[in-house]
């Protein structure tokens, strides 16, 4: 099954407007499998099976999970498929397999990665103007910075606008303690590849560790990282290409959400 498990993710699109274009010509595998289950826990953890085979990622290891409930959600995302196996719908799968392949592998550079959007982290900057938004933010956003203070020690600078301002060293130092270390345990890579994932997708470190930490639910990040888009599209309409991408980035943090909560 090398071939068939490499075409389907190593030609995944990097991006919602990539995969919209390579959707105008899609080269989709038909699914070959009646079921798709879990097997025994071994040396990578619980193993993804079709029909009793194992599947491998794109580097050729085992597509397996450190708990039981992740490699069920995982088994689950592919018996979903349907006539054809389409890596668009298969957010967890591509995530794991980023996670097997990438992040276990190489976990340092990940974590700095998160730790230099800690240094300019979207909670920090606030506008002065509409007055329902300026509310809007403190309503969401001091909650998450309040958490970060007391639970990390970590106290962070506001400023309005956009200009940059440098964090207290200490505070940087202490938040970025909390980041996973991707390393010492079966879990880890798995959870510092979702606060990855959480981060890039919302633009800020601390709403991905609030996340992890059981501090906000998914719903309550996601819309904490939405603030001023939501505001703009209740003003000036929503459009038709930006909603499809926000539901693709939706479905990425959901995955990633979902890990975070199973290993928490």
Known sequence: MRDIFEDIFVSEPPNPMEAARRAMRPVLRRRFYDAATVGEAGEAGFPVLLDGKP???????????????????????????????????????????AIIDGVAAAPGPVR????????ADLLFYRVSAPEGLVARQA????????????????RF????????????????????????RGEGGAREPWRLGAVSVVTTLTGSALLAL???????DADAAWTAAHLDEDWNMDLWGRDALALERRAFHFAEFKAAALVLALLR
Do not use: C, F
């Not at 999970?65 to 018996?79: C, D, H, N, S």
């Not at 909650?143 to 007391?150: G, I, K, S, T």
């Open 112 to 119: 700095a990665g998160i730790e230099k959007y800690l240094a």
């Open 139 to 154: 309503q969401h956003w001091d909650p998450v910075l309040d958490w970060a203070r007391e639970a990390l020690g970590a």
């Open 210 to 216: 609030a996340l992890a930490a059981g501090r906000l």
């Open 157 to 180: 600078q506001l400023a309005e606008g956009v200009v940059h301002v440098a964090q207290p060293e200490e505070a940087l130092a202490a938040a970025g303690a909390a980041v996973p």
């Open 55 to 97: 599947v491998r990622t794109p580097a050729r290891n085992p597509l397996a999970a450190p708990v039981y409930g992740l490699a069920e959600a995982l088994a689950a995302e592919w018996m979903a498929q349907q006539e054809v196996i389409d890596p668009a719908r298969m957010p967890l799968s591509r995530l794991a397999n």
